[in-house]
């Protein structure tokens, strides 16, 4: 099976040919914890070993949810129990800076729960937003539900793909290393204009509240 995957994909084969579900566990888990791992890199692999009866479809999602959620979640608890002085204190060895995680803190200042749902498709706020959530003292409830959904669609999004790509994943993968800059661009385009939007729609939502 290892053969058919190409790419960044070759290097996670030998530890899914091994550990199969529970390396899914492991890297997605502890990259919800803070660690920089290539979390979405492991559940496309897994996703294409599903596509070729290698490993059950739906245990790789049961797998890829419950670890996102639970990293997650012990991201927030370290955050919200642990504190500014216990993240930055450790955070440093993961890559997480005072500069990164101010960073996030902002973005999340003007976000919100827009953060949560969506912090999963954004490397480095995949990592910090629990934290940041947590520091932040945002309801664990609430924190707990839009995290759960936000995880559940990036779960499966990853793990179609490469279910979908099946043995078609080495020309897929040619492709997009081809085009790679263009399709950044175009989805660079695509979250800057939704952003814009969004802002846009909000700002004349609170204007028009203001004047009645």
């Not at 099976?1 to 995957?5: E, T």
């Not at 890199?41 to 009866?53: D, E, K, M, R």
């Not at 399709?183 to 969004?198: E, F, K, P, S």
């Given at each position: ?5 190409p790419?960044v ?15 899914v ?6 990259e919800?914890i803070?660690?920089?791992l290539?979390?979405q ?13 290698e ?11 419950l ?12 955050g919200?129990?642990g ?26 200042g ?31 409830r ?22 979908l ?9 040619a492709?997009?290393?081809h085009?790679a800059?263009y ?16 802002a846009?729609?909000r700002?004349?939502n ?6 009645c």
């Open positions: 099976m290892s053969s058919q995957l790419g994909f070759q290097s996670f084969a030998p530890t899914l040919d091994r550990y199969g579900y529970a390396a566990v492991l890297l997605v888990g502890l919800g803070g660690i920089p290539p979390g890199i492991i559940l496309i692999a897994a996703g294409i070993y599903a596509g070729a009866g490993l059950s479809l739906a245990l790789v999602l049961i797998a890829g949810l670890a996102a959620v639970c990293g997650d979640n012990s991201g927030y608890a370290i919200r129990f504190g500014r002085a216990l993240v930055l204190r450790f955070g440093r060895y993961v890559f997480l800076t005072e500069k990164r995680l101010a960073a996030t803190e902002r973005f999340f003007r976000r919100g729960v827009f953060v949560v749902l969506i912090g999963r498709f954004v490397d480095g706020l995949r990592q910090a937003s629990g934290i940041v959530c947590g520091l932040a003292r945002m309801r664990w609430r924190y707990l539900a839009y995290n759960a959904l936000g995880s559940t669609v990036w779960v499966a999004v990853w793990v179609f793909a490469g279910y790509a099946g043995s078609h994943i080495a020309s897929l993968y492709v997009v290393s085009h800059k399709l950044l661009v175009g989805l660079a385009v695509l979250v800057v204009g939704g952003l814009a939007g969004w846009i729609k700002r004349a609170r204007r028009a509240a203001a004047e």
